[in-house]
């Protein structure tokens, strides 16, 4: 039945904290291909270049939507088993969101005032899947706009109180953060600071030799790759060494198929192999060099946001 199958596919993934699968995967590509298209018109009708004060301007938001969601996961993680084991937590998602609201505004309220607790656990209560990335979205298109008119009306660029508004909310969010251990950051430097040496030195070799590949692999590519290099260490950090579960199915693909070893290996590869050539492409068939600067600070999102998150799990040591 259609019912079943909009449950099975959609609600039930949010219902157990944002697991994917194909039909969602695809859903929320498709949402955020749109998305994507539309905050692009919107900078060309406000005459905003996304050029690095635009990625300064939203990298505070950026990082607090995985902070937030990492928040949302410890709380998941540590729901009584009595409750989480019901049929209606498992089927009723106004029940779910409700438990999780309750938990949330339990554990955040001992480090922040008693307005602000309620507001960001109802915040975190829904921020799983598609609500993260609608409500981030929301927050952040709101803070920009406002940001705008107060550039125009008081001629003071709009990026920086934007900037400084988007610090405060990440505080706040830094605040709520329950670190167990900060042990697993240091695996994760051991494969992270690594592979960003070896990927800058191929990147300066290559400027001093005439190979074609000089005009794939330059300096600016190479710190676009180094922010999905990442999301490649925390992810094969938390797979490898604490036995957490991947989300997302290609990636449970590889690892499950080649093993934590080779399967992190090779989603170092896939991630570098793939940007680089994403990033290639754009500058030699995107004429518009609005649009190519845009889609590249899309793509540095898309490495940024999960690698945040990722590392801050293991902090938090939710497996």
Known sequence: ???????????????????????????????????????YKLLQKLKIEPDWKFLLAIIPFVIWAPVTRTIRDYIYRNLPSTITSTPQ????????????YSNTQAHISQNLPSGISNLYSG?????????????????????????VSIQRKFKLEYWKPMFILGVIGLGVSMLALPVT??????????????AVVILLGITFLLTKTKFKLKEVVTFSSTGIVI??????AATS?????????????????LYENLGTIY??????????????????????YIEDKRLRNFLKIVVVILGLAPGVRDAITLLLGVA
């Open 227 to 232: 922010a999905h290099l990442l999301d490649s």
């Open 263 to 284: 399967g992190s290996v090779a989603f170092f590869l896939v991630k570098i192999f793939v940007v680089f050539g994403v990033l290639w492409a754009f500058d030699q």
């Open 181 to 194: 251990s900060i042990e697993p950051l240091g695996f994760l430097l051991m494969l992270f600071l690594p």
């Open 123 to 147: 915040i975190i209560s829904w921020f799983v899947t598609p609500g993260s990335y609608l409500i981030t979205t929301i927050i952040a298109l709101g803070i920009f706009l406002l940001c």
């Open 89 to 100: 937590f498992q089927t009723d998602l106004g029940y779910n969101i409700g438990v999780v």
């Open 237 to 253: 950090t938390a797979l490898h060494l604490y036995g957490f579960r991947e989300q997302h199915p290609v990636i449970r693909f």
């Open 1 to 39: 039945m259609a019912s079943d199958f909009l449950f099975d596919s959609y609600v039930k993934p949010v219902i157990q904290n944002g697991w994917f699968n194909p039909v969602n995967s695809i859903t929320y590509g498709l949402i955020l291909i749109i998305g994507v298209v539309l905050v």
